[in-house]
């Protein structure tokens, strides 16, 4: 997968959650819109600070996060 450099992660937005471009839009926000039915041309009147690779490296984001596996540490 390419790197996504849209997508950031910083403790002092939106509590670290992943976010586009240091905007306070989550990855969160956009991948429930277009689960709601909003098309990208809607995404992007209603936020019209985002640019369609926004929306492309959310997708790609959420789709990494969820075939990720999270272990848990080892108990000592």
């Known amino acids: 997968m390419k790197q ?3 997508i950031t ?3 002092q937005v939106m ?3 992943p ?3 240091g905007l306070r839009v989550t990855v969160g926000t956009i ?3 277009m689960a709601s039915g909003y098309s990208p041309a809607d995404i992007l009147k209603a936020y019209p ?3 369609a690779e926004d929306l ?3 997708l790609a984001y959420a789709a990494w996060r969820v075939e990720e596996t999270e272990l848990p540490l080892a108990q000592m």
Do not use: Q, S, V, W
């Open 4 to 6: 996504l450099t849209r």
């Open 9 to 11: 992660l910083d403790p």
């Open 15 to 17: 509590g670290g959650k």
């Open 19 to 21: 976010c586009i471009r």
């Open 31 to 33: 991948i429930g819109l």
């Open 49 to 51: 600070y985002l640019e």
């Open 56 to 58: 492309r490296e959310a």
